[in-house]
């Protein structure tokens, strides 16, 4: 193979040392997915792991199914829509190599979440449910020639979760609940390859299926306050795909690459000051630094094609909100929300160019009857201006240095039926 052809391999399969990784403006720091209810998001999330809105909480706290009578099956859909634009800083020297290529356009790319729940109150004591939804997700797009294509152009990642769970319920006081989830992820990763043939990319696609477990603990103190615990573990992927090219004749190759997504604990308190007012809160930390090296091998030999160090560190985020029972169809909710971005400035690229983010949600619960009930929701993301400082060796990928600024807005609306 030519020493240019080595090039182009080598960033192509750049691409592939971000398997299973990034993700665009997802909803929640990283490319975590918070948004699992619009019950939820008219209070920003805020103590979700003792909110007990409806059937959702089979996945925010399966301990919480102990609470809900008889059978119910709540339906959801959320439409995140994220603004990505990148300011460059100029062509070299101290910019970005391929300045004169652009800005890359709108890198955000919307999307619709769906997420389905059902509980089933089996006696007084014991409950099970089933979540079905989209823990992890989203994408970026930009343009397909733009200052940072050698380093992405697509970037796009699915996820689905079966998530049955039991509870069962102490005391009046201690309800414990627990799941297992059988997840699958999907990954999508194009970049340009080689200046010499406008056009050529590289595409990695793969996917894999495992499981993960998690567990949840309400404590109802009798009194209007309840808090309650949960954790969701880790999920060890091996990503199974394929490199291949377009618009250049270089051979495609089977890869791989392990991943191991992060686990998260959340503590929630809720409040009930009096019939028409309560109060929710959480904090909740996820395990990012899961991820801090990738390493991408062909499935054949073994062989390691690249190594790229990722560094994620662990975040937090906090959370609080307010509902307020109107009258008797009409419920509704205000919260806020400060999530901390796992990506280190180092080592940003287009593929995740994630910050800080500060949420404001408004949200409304109408219930005619009470054998059904409509949620919806809305969001507003603020998320940190953020620097891009990629400066590589050599002309592929080329440098890439400017700011990031974006900004996310979620709609959501939910159907509950009660039995």
């Known amino acids: 193979m030519s020493k240019i052809a080595a090039v182009v391999v080598g960033t192509a399969v750049t691409v592939g040392a971000t398997l299973g990784v990034h993700s665009g403006d997802a909803g929640a720091a990283g490319f975590q997915l918070q948004e699992q209810s619009a019950s939820g998001l008219g209070v920003a999330y805020s103590g979700q792991a003792a909110a007990v809105h409806d059937a959702s909480t089979v996945f925010w706290n399966p301990a919480g199914m102990s609470l809900i009578p008889g059978r119910q099956v709540a339906a959801a859909l959320h439409y995140i829509i994220p603004s990505t634009k990148f300011g460059s800083a100029g062509p070299l020297p101290g910019g970005s190599t391929y300045n004169a290529l652009g800005n890359g356009g709108q890198g955000g790319e919307s999307a619709f979440v769906p997420a389905l729940y059902g509980s089933w109150s089996i006696n007084p004591q014991w409950s099970a449910g089933l979540a079905i939804n989209a823990p ?8 397909s020639t733009w200052a940072g294509q050698f380093h992405a152009i697509k970037s796009e990642i699915q996820t689905l979760n079966v998530n049955p769970s039991i509870a069962f319920r102490v005391n009046n ?11 699958q992820l999907k990954a999508e990763l194009t970049n340009a390859v080689s200046p010499l043939a406008p056009g050529s990319t590289g595409k990695v696609e793969g996917d894999d299926w495992s499981w993960g477990y998690n567990l949840g603990a309400l404590l109802d103190f009798q009194q209007g306050t309840r808090l309650g615990l949960t954790y969701r573990s880790t999920i060890q992927y091996t990503i199974e795909g394929d490199l291949t090219f377009s618009g250049i004749a270089l051979p495609g190759q089977p890869v791989k690459a392990d991943v191991k997504l992060p686990d998260t604990f959340s503590i929630g308190l809720s409040h ?3 019939p028409k007012l309560r109060a929710l809160a959480d904090y909740t930390w996820t395990g990012w630094d899961s991820i801090q090296n990738l390493t991408i091998q062909n499935q054949a ?8 160090p ?18 008797q169809p009409w419920l509704l909710r205000a919260g806020v929300a400060y999530d901390n971005t796992p990506v280190q400035d180092a080592f940003r690229t287009p593929r995740l160019p994630d910050g800080d983010r500060t949420w404001l949600a408004l949200g409304a619960r109408y219930a005619p009857g009470s054998n059904w009930w409509l949620d919806v929701g809305y ?4 998320v940190k201006d953020v620097p891009s400082d990629l400066r590589p060796a050599g002309p592929v990928p080329g440098a890439l240095v400017g700011t990031y600024k974006a900004n996310v807005q979620v709609l959501a609306a939910q159907v509950t039926f009660q039995f």
């Open 136 to 143: 992890f997700g989203l994408g970026t797009e930009w343009d």
């Open 173 to 183: 006081m201690l309800s414990l609940g627990g799941g297992i989830s059988y997840q």
């Open 272 to 274: 009930q000051f009096n």
């Open 301 to 308: 030999s073994g062989a390691t094609i690249t190594n790229t």
């Open 310 to 327: 990722l560094n994620f560190k662990n975040s937090w985020r906090v959370g609080a909100g307010l509902e307020y029972q109107v009258n």
């Open 379 to 382: 969001t507003y993301i603020w």
